[in-house]
């Protein structure tokens, strides 16, 4: 039997001690700051030395056998299991929340010595219409449901119907609102523009989270993603998120950087703790490892814990669970052995 070590799941090198998983979902909020412009225009990105960095986490050797099982459940937890398609239906969405709940089959769970642990996604993000067929059919199971928002993928709407859709999603029972910034405000350097859109955006939330996707593909520059950055999080904003996954790039590990490198500033600034989010094109479980391993030495452990950490996914899930069931079984099955539902 492949057991885990101490039965836990952890969120440390190899090596280091475990970790339990910590049930529950964070209530802490960003209230934002004013609007300081000096401190925005004083963002400087070193690109060669971000690239460096980031080629570094890329190609080094990565947690090996029970280790990397058990940050592999931990990216489950991690996830916020994503369908944003033309072609999708209620029956769709149900058979997502059906996988949120039980993300990995029951006998792998039992022959990794962890099937006491709760272990679901983080959350289920779906669009505005299916909000409440996801809302009924995670009932009871203490996963959130997100509602992308503000004309998604876009976010080029009129202001009212974006705020309109906020709160729509809000009393539909969304509890996180992920939204789409004006990528013409960052472009333009209208930082004030941008500082009053996300903040009226965080107000229309309530008590729903917010998540601001920048949008990072379409920012031409890594200046401006640590520019956007900054000034979503003096907004209020509760996580900032890379991408739609709509745009050409998306989710890479020079903009997380800069990204985790803007909430460290913000967080030794201000005091107040930011969450990230990237999104699109994270397919592979390499690709969630080096991800948990960036957040872990730029931010600390408590970032590769769902109140912090996400990612926007939907492919990801089922290269985790081919790879547990590789070191339970010592091969890979078929896709088709980890279904949706």
């Not at 890329?58 to 369908?83: C, N, P, Y």
């Not at 272990?119 to 203490?142: K, N």
């Amino acid at each position: 039997m492949a057991t885990l070590p101490h039965n836990h799941l952890i969120a440390v090198p190899a090596g280091g001690p475990p970790e339990e998983l910590e049930p529950g979902h964070d209530e802490h909020r960003n209230p934002g700051t004013a609007l300081d412009l000096d401190w925005v225009e004083s963002v400087r990105v070193n690109r060669s030395a971000v690239e460096r960095r980031a080629a570094s986490l890329s190609g080094r050797r990565t947690v090996k056998k029970q280790w990397q099982a058990a940050w592999l459940l931990r990216a489950i937890t991690l996830m916020d299991l994503t369908t944003l398609s033309g072609d999708d239906t209620a029956g769709n969405v149900r058979r997502l929340c059906s996988k949120a709940r039980n993300p990995v089959r029951p006998e792998l769970l039992r022959a990794l010595g962890v099937e006491h642990l709760p272990i679901h996604t983080a959350a289920v993000c779906v669009y505005h219409a299916l909000v409440p067929t996801a809302v009924e059919a995670l009932q009871g199971s203490g996963i959130p449901v997100a509602a992308v928002s503000t004309g998604f993928p876009s976010g080029l709407s009129p202001m009212e119907q974006r705020i309109q859709e906020i709160h729509a999603s809000v009393n539909a029972g969304a509890r996180e609102i992920d939204i789409v910034i004006t990528r013409g405000h960052v472009l333009t350097g209208n930082w004030q523009a941008l500082y009053d859109e996300v903040k009226a955006f965080r107000q229309a939330c309530g008590h729903a989270h917010l998540k601001a996707i920048l949008g990072t593909g379409e920012l031409a520059t890594l200046r401006n993603v640590g520019r956007a950055s900054m000034v979503a999080m003096m907004a209020g904003a509760d996580f900032i998120k890379t991408s739609t996954g709509k745009e050409t790039e998306n989710a890479t590990l020079p903009v997380g950087l800069v990204m985790a490198r803007a909430i460290r500033e913000y967080r030794e600034r201000s005091g107040h703790v930011v969450g990230f989010k990237p999104a699109g094109g994270i397919r592979t479980a390499k690709q969630s490892l080096d991800w948990m391993l960036m957040m872990k030495e730029e931010l600390g452990p408590d970032y590769v814990k769902p109140e912090l950490f996400r990612f926007g996914a939907s492919s990801l899930l089922n290269d985790i669970e081919r790879q547990l069931d590789h070191h339970v079984n010592g091969r890979y099955a078929a896709s088709y052995r980890q279904p949706m539902a």
